[in-house]
Structure formats: structure tokens, C-alpha cells
């Protein structure tokens, strides 16, 4: 059974920085595209990031480029997403999600909207 459980989450000052965790189990690790999305209050959710944990290639959305940073560590079936210079608008809660195969678009798209596992989601809240 695959299951993605999110850690990390929490409230900081606009400007700070958190770092999530995806832990992952019940299926080969390294050969997927694991992505976080968000979704804030009101609003649709939204991909933020991928990465194919195969040949470690990424996405990242202009909205967060340049604050934030995925990264896989396959020998602990983690991904990461630290989250630098965080702003209020960043606020929402996150998810964590697999798709198999690892599409080759990752870089260029993200992952597919469409991914086959969640995990239930981290609040971060980014105080003003």
C-alpha cells in the first residue's frame, strides 16, 4: 500500500523558512515523480514543485522559484521541500504526491494534476 505522510508544517513570521517532509512507503522510491501542491483557503489548488526521484530532475513554479527547494534523499524514501523567504501568500496546506511513471515533461510542466496518491496534507502558516 502506498502511503505519503507530510511533517513540517507549522506558523512563522513572513520572511522565515520551513523545511517539509514526505515520507514515502509501499512502492519503489526511486523510480517516481513525487510533487507538492498547496491549497489556500478559497482557492484551487496548486502544483508547486516535482521531481522525478529517478534522475533527480525538477519543477518549479514561478510563483515560489528561487524560495523554494525540492530534493529527494532515496536511501530514507524522503522528499523534501524547504521553503525560504516565506510570505503570507504562502500560506495553505501542503500535499504531498507520487505518480508512476515519471513523466519526462517533469521539468518543463510538473507533475500531472492528476497523481494517483496523496498524503493528507501539512498547514503552513506565514504570519504577517
Known amino acids: 500500500e502506498v502511503q505519503l505522510v507530510e511533517s513540517g508544517g507549522g506558523l512563522v513570521q513572513a520572511g522565515g523558512s520551513l523545511r517539509l517532509s514526505c515520507a514515502a512507503s509501499?512502492?519503489?522510491?526511486?523510480?517516481?515523480?513525487i510533487g507538492w501542491f498547496r491549497q489556500a483557503p478559497g482557492k484551487e489548488r496548486e502544483g508547486v514543485t516535482c521531481?522525478?526521484?529517478?534522475?533527480?530532475?525538477?519543477y518549479i513554479a514561478d510563483s515560489v522559484k528561487g524560495r523554494f527547494t525540492i530534493s529527494s534523499d532515496n536511501a530514507k524514501n524522503t522528499v523534501y521541500l524547504q521553503m525560504n523567504s516565506l510570505k503570507p501568500e504562502d500560506t495553505a496546506v501542503y500535499y504531498c504526491?507520487?505518480?508512476?511513471?515519471?513523466?519526462?515533461?517533469?521539468?518543463?510542466?510538473?507533475?500531472?494534476?492528476?497523481?494517483?496518491?496523496w498524503g493528507k496534507g501539512t498547514l503552513v502558516t506565514v504570519s504577517s
Open positions: 504526491a507520487a505518480f508512476w511513471p515519471p513523466l519526462t515533461t517533469i521539468p518543463t510542466i510538473g507533475c500531472p494534476v492528476n497523481m494517483q496518491n
Open positions: 509501499g512502492f519503489r522510491f526511486d523510480d517516481y515523480a
Open positions: 521531481i522525478n526521484t529517478g534522475d533527480r530532475s525538477t
